[in-house]
């Protein structure tokens, strides 16, 4: 009997096309660079208009070994961004900033270690790698939390996630909901950098989880101010991942693949640091396209002359924050 599958069509498409501006052997890199740059602005839909960001402190709480700070963001036009910020006690003048990015769950709370519920209690329990705020604090940085669009407190009902709404509608406008996000993250630094003048500005990790990580990644494609970008369960191939089984319409940028192969994109941090966690048994991520896709960006490195400066490390479980390995790397690479 004949088969009329159209997704199998589809993906059979994608595997057999070759991105139209992957990095092409005897180009010169930068300028490769700013074109790719540019392209990846347009697929991902970003904002173009600054707005004043009516920055707006909630509260400055002491919490042990840190002080933490609530404020929100304009980062549109009448959208407003909620935020988190831990400075570690006692630091005497600037300190560098761990950019802490949440992925699909309650909300950012979970980043800085906090439950709304019982539930948010023993993911907390069973997965502390989620409070990736105070771990930052403990690697002497202050700690960035971001409520991510559609997330938590962006989320319809407060809590919890509303994506796929959010993104079609996003998409019926010629933008995307990660775009978004980048976008919000880029325009929050911009605050930070006026309102908190503790923060080392020049010296930037960016991390974070699943979708956490993703947006680590683009957001370090196009903002350089990232100086190392440390992304969990997230960097693999769309081949291996996004078109090969369900995920959330978050993750899917219209076109991206008949220019792009994510490890192209790695070509964007380069020289900068890039550090690529994954998990062996991670089954949404599968590890072997995983390992695939980093080849690729080892190559590219290798072409921006900065070979030593990307690194891929694998832990045992599945899709985890591999917050240790990440660390740990990053300090290997002199990341302080």
Not at 137 to 163: M, N, P, Q
Not at 166 to 185: F, I, N, P, S, Y
Request: net charge negative.
């Amino acid at each position: 009997m004949r088969e009329y599958k159209a997704y199998h069509y589809e993906l059979a498409r994608l595997k057999e096309a070759t991105p139209l501006m992957q990095y092409q052997k005897g180009e010169p890199f930068e300028n490769w660079q700013e074109k790719a740059r540019e392209k990846l602005i347009e697929l991902l839909g970003l904002p173009t208009e600054r707005c004043e960001p009516q920055f707006q402190l909630e509260y400055e709480k002491a919490q042990g070994n840190y002080t933490e700070y609530r404020f929100t963001v304009q980062t549109e036009e009448g959208y407003v961004v909620p935020c988190h910020l831990l400075v570690p006690a006692g630091k005497v003048g600037k300190t560098p900033l761990a950019v802490c990015l949440m992925g699909h769950g309650s909300g950012m709370h979970l980043a800085l270690g906090l439950a709304k519920s019982e539930k948010d209690q023993q993911l907390l329990d069973e997965w502390p790698h989620r409070a990736m705020a105070p771990r930052a604090v403990r690697e002497g940085r202050c700690a960035l939390v971001i409520e991510a669009r559609a997330f938590g407190e962006s989320s319809d009902k407060g809590y919890g996630t509303s994506c796929t709404e959010a993104a079609k509608t996003a998409l019926l406008m010629g933008r995307t909901l990660q775009g978004e996000r980048v976008w919000d993250v880029m325009r929050v630094l911009d605050a930070v950098a006026v309102h908190f003048p503790q923060v080392d500005m020049t010296d930037i990790v960016c991390t974070g989880n699943s979708g956490g990580g993703t947006a680590t990644f683009y957001l370090a494609c196009l903002d350089e101010r990232i100086t190392a970008a440390a992304p969990s369960c997230s960097i693999c191939s769309f081949e291996g991942s996004i078109a090969a089984m369900p995920h959330c319409l978050c993750n899917h940028i219209p076109g991206i693949r008949k220019y792009f192969e994510m490890g192209d994109l790695a070509g964007l941090i380069a020289p900068r640091i890039l550090v690529v966690a994954a998990g062996e048994k991670d089954d949404i991520f599968p590890i072997e396209s995983t390992r695939q896709n980093f080849e690729k960006i080892q190559k590219l490195y290798d072409v921006a002359g900065a070979g030593d400066r990307c690194a891929l490390v694998i832990g045992e479980q599945g899709h985890y924050n591999y917050a240790d390995l990440l660390w740990s790397k990053m300090h290997q690479m002199g990341v302080k």
